[in-house]
């Protein structure tokens, strides 16, 4: 699974990268086979203000997948990739149960 990787602000540091794309795996691993394009953004919303402004949204496309986006902002950018990868993959299980579940009725 390969990460394709857009800053809009904070810059993207070998360490960041690193976390980031470890997260996403760990967060993506089971559905490898399902997964086949993985995007992350990362942008810094109010520039030098500061605040709660860390935007980190992920969008992934897969072969019985439909095209999932999840997005979380907090002030540490490290926080919102915890949140953000948890979040879609939690996004990418619910998906391939529904879409399993109606493909393969149980029978009565």
């Known amino acids: 699974m390969k990460v394709q ?3 809009q602000g904070p810059e993207l540091t070998p360490a960041l990268r690193g976390h980031l794309e470890r997260r996403l795996a760990f967060a993506l691993g089971r559905f490898g086979h399902e997964v086949s394009q ?19 949204a992920v969008r992934v496309k897969g072969r019985h997948l439909q095209t999932i986006l999840v997005s979380d ?4 950018l490290y926080a919102a990739i915890d949140r ?13 149960e529904r879409s399993h579940r109606y493909r393969h009725p149980r029978p009565q």
């Open 73 to 76: 902002t907090d002030a540490n």
């Open 5 to 7: 990787l857009i800053s």
């Open 84 to 96: 953000a990868a948890d979040r879609v993959g939690r996004a990418i299980a619910r998906a391939l």
């Open 38 to 56: 993985v995007w992350a953004r990362i942008a810094d919303t109010n520039g030098p203000r500061g605040g709660i402004d860390k935007l980190v």
